[in-house]
């Protein structure tokens, strides 16, 4: 893509301010705003991965997926606000999920253990693990919210706080892994998803892009369920106080 081209997109952008100030939506500023920033982010890990890839040192690899994690952590962690703990538990959620699904990807040779290959799948595995956390969190403060009186009254039957609270974190697991399921189920007949479609795009033969994007969606799913169920057996009791009430 020729630089001007590129500079054609900003089109999309103009349209979309021209529509929020048509609707009077007052969205115009977050969209130059959020525009001028994901640009220069991008163009910013553009120019490490560069560097990254040429130098191939484990350090900086190793670097950067911690600072994913920690980024992830720290933007899923505003969906559990005022739960004390919370984004250190979701640390650890993806980082065991990036730990476990780099490790069998590396140890059963699906990838070759180079740069190119383990900081991309470590960036969408990071994201899918980073929405699903957000989306637990928000199920289940609607959860305990709706179902505040059936957990008390499990409480005050002598039920464990785990025991009261089961119901609700079984429909938040499951609730936060819907939009995995969902774009499994449509995933080429609805949607082209962005790594197959780059690959494409990029020249490679359309059989090749297929079995690395089936190697994806497989990667997804398994850590959007292995997340949410960390995420969900380590932070259950910040829903109670320490006297085991609801808070």
């Not at 693990?129 to 957000?134: A, D, H, L, R, Y």
Request: net charge positive; proline share 2%.
């Amino acid at each position: 893509m020729s630089t001007l081209a590129l500079g054609f997109t900003m089109t999309f952008v103009v349209l979309t301010m021209a529509l929020s100030r048509w609707q009077k939506l007052g969205l115009e500023k977050d969209i130059a705003f959020g525009t001028i920033r994901g640009a220069l982010q991008l163009l910013f890990i553009g120019y490490v991965l560069h560097y990254v890839f040429q130098s191939a040192n484990l350090g900086l690899i190793v670097t950067i997926i911690a600072v994913m994690i920690f980024i992830a952590s720290h933007n899923a962690g505003k969906r559990g606000e005022g739960l004390r703990g919370v984004h250190w538990r979701i640390a650890v959620a993806i980082g065991a999920t990036e730990t476990l699904t780099l490790s069998l990807m590396l140890g059963l040779g699906i990838i070759q253990p180079t740069t190119q290959y383990i900081i991309p799948i470590s960036g969408m595995t990071i994201g899918t693990s980073m929405i699903v956390c957000g989306l637990f969190l928000n199920h289940m403060n609607r959860e305990v919210a709706s179902s505040r009186g059936e957990i008390e009254a499990l409480l005050a039957l002598g039920a464990s706080i785990r025991q009261a609270i089961q119901q609700a974190l079984q429909r938040s697991v499951k609730a936060s892994m819907i939009p995995t399921i969902d774009g499994m189920k449509t995933v080429g007949l609805v949607q082209l998803p962005g790594m197959m479609t780059g690959m494409i795009i990029a020249g490679a033969n359309p059989i090749d892009a297929v079995r690395y994007q089936i190697l994806i969606l497989c990667a997804f799913t398994a850590a959007a369920a292995i997340t949410s169920i960390i995420l969900s057996a380590l932070s259950y009791k910040l829903w109670f106080t320490k006297e085991m009430t609801l808070r």
